[in-house]
């Protein structure tokens, strides 16, 4: 069986009866739309280093560089998980640059805070709550938007899936999609090379920042 067909097959897992959009309808005319996936900030257990605490100074310059590369601003929007790390750099250099930015969360707040944020301190916290306060931000979950994880299924990789379809919800012509990685394997399903594979499956635009050349 053919990779495409492989990942199409185990898309059908994540089968979503509809799609919340998380802009009104006046909003989605938009010019360009920005869809992240990176790494987290390393845990302080992590073996080997993969995005050091040391380097996020590093990483947001990288993705602020991008951004205005592809000369982002006030007439775009911006999708992301939320994370610590990639997600959190990326939504305030969004921010930054007048655009609106739609945070889809992986579970509900409490449990993403404890997996994808406060392990890596309570500046990680603050700088969540922060995006989140922002009147252009959008927060959305799946218990109220895709009903419950059906058994079997990643939550990772559906959240990928619901992020690129939100995404492509504005017209695949629109959709630019950056990610912050070291070309390897993540630490589970659900990853940013999952990302990248279904957004190339998609033939969508990829904007690597390779951090095995950043640090």
């Not at 930015?101 to 969540?128: I, K, N, P």
């Not at 995006?131 to 059906?150: E, F, I, Q, S, W």
């Amino acid at each position: 069986m053919a990779v495409k067909e492989k990942a199409a097959r185990r898309n059908e897992e994540y089968e979503m009866p509809y799609l919340a959009h998380p802009f009104a309808a006046d909003e989605r005319d938009v010019r360009r739309v920005f869809l992240f996936s990176g790494h987290m900030i390393d845990a302080p257990s992590r073996p080997v280093p993969r995005f050091p605490a040391r380097e996020q100074l590093v990483a947001a310059a990288a993705i602020a560089a991008k951004l205005d590369k592809l000369g982002g601003g006030a007439q775009d929007v911006g999708l992301c998980g939320g994370a610590c790390g990639g997600d959190l750099l990326f939504a305030e250099a969004l921010l930054a640059r007048g655009a609106r930015l739609a945070l889809l969360l992986a579970f509900d707040e409490a449990s993403f805070l404890a997996r994808s944020v406060d392990f890596a301190g309570d500046d990680w916290r603050r700088r969540f709550f922060a995006v989140k306060a922002d009147p252009r931000t959008r927060v959305m979950l799946p218990p109220d938007t895709l009903g419950p994880l059906p058994e079997g299924a990643d939550p990772y990789e559906r959240t990928n899936l619901w992020l690129l379809e939100s995404a492509l919800a504005f017209g695949p012509e629109k959709v630019e999609f950056v990610c912050l990685w070291n070309g390897g394997g993540g630490d589970g399903p659900g990853g940013t090379r999952h990302m990248i594979t279904e957004v190339t499956r998609r033939q969508g635009r990829v904007h690597w920042l390779n951090t095995n050349k950043l640090w």
